[in-house]
């Protein structure tokens, strides 16, 4: 039978609490990991939107700087990439133009580390790529960013430039006390969110009792609230996404 999770004193977490709380039912055992349902939603929903978007909401930027003519790359696990632009400082020390940074493929990063190419990066079109990377044989890969073209050099002195990288962060549990906003992302979805992960933890709630041969009318009564749910999720969404276009 169903049992209540465990939720941290939050109101995003009463909220979530809320929309499981009419179905509670007691006795029975069984487990739900509500932190990775919650972080599935938030990342679901969070790849449906347009990076433009979250940059508006962005709460972490990245500074990539370039010294020596070596390459320097920051680690992204955990992140999604919304927007990379590159500092101009070979004339301007300091005080060069930014230019975005355009993505491309591992294969295309190297040939525009080529300066002779005419795919070579330029100080107006700069790139760069995610690849793994691993530190040694016996540690695990995880992504990095490299971007071209490196730094300049001006006779004895060194222009060095500059890159921000603006990212978000996946949450991978719920939030603490007092948070009422998912960070980085508009409050508007927050109750997308949440229906999203009610729905998650109601999936798996209901492959469990089937599987336990729990009662039919329970059973029934699950079902019935995933349909309610995705319904409000997917109206939560498309309020949303006809707002931003207007």
Sequence with gaps: NWTTPIVYASPIASRLDELLGDIHLTGGEWEVDLDGMYAAAVAEVADLLPAETLVDYCE??????????????????????????RQ???ISNGNGQFY???????????QAAIPDSIYAATASSPVYTIRPFRASQESA?????QMLPGSNV???QS???????????????LPGAEITTIVGMPSQLTMAVLLRTATHVL????????????????????????EAYQSGYQAE???????ANE
């Excluded at 890969?141 to 960013?145: K, T």
């Excluded at 222009?159 to 549990?173: I, K």
């Excluded at 709630?205 to 059973?219: K, M, P, Q, R």
Aim: proline fraction near 2%; charge should be negative.
């Design 60 to 85: 972490t930027m990245e500074l990539l700087g370039y010294a020596g003519g070596q390459q320097d790359s920051i680690h992204i696990r955990g992140s999604k990439v919304l927007y990379v632009r």
């Design 88 to 90: 101009d400082n070979l």
């Design 100 to 110: 975005e940074c355009k993505e491309v493929t591992f294969t295309e990063f190297q």
């Design 141 to 145: 890969s995880h992504p990095i960013l």
């Design 154 to 156: 001006s006779g004895t």
């Design 159 to 173: 222009h060095v430039s500059n890159a921000e990288v603006y990212l978000f962060e996946y949450p991978t549990a």
């Design 203 to 226: 999936n798996a709630y209901l492959a469990w009792a089937v599987h336990e041969e729990e009662d039919n009318e329970i059973v029934a009564l699950v079902a019935s609230q995933i």
């Design 237 to 243: 969404m498309k309020r949303y996404m006809e707002g």
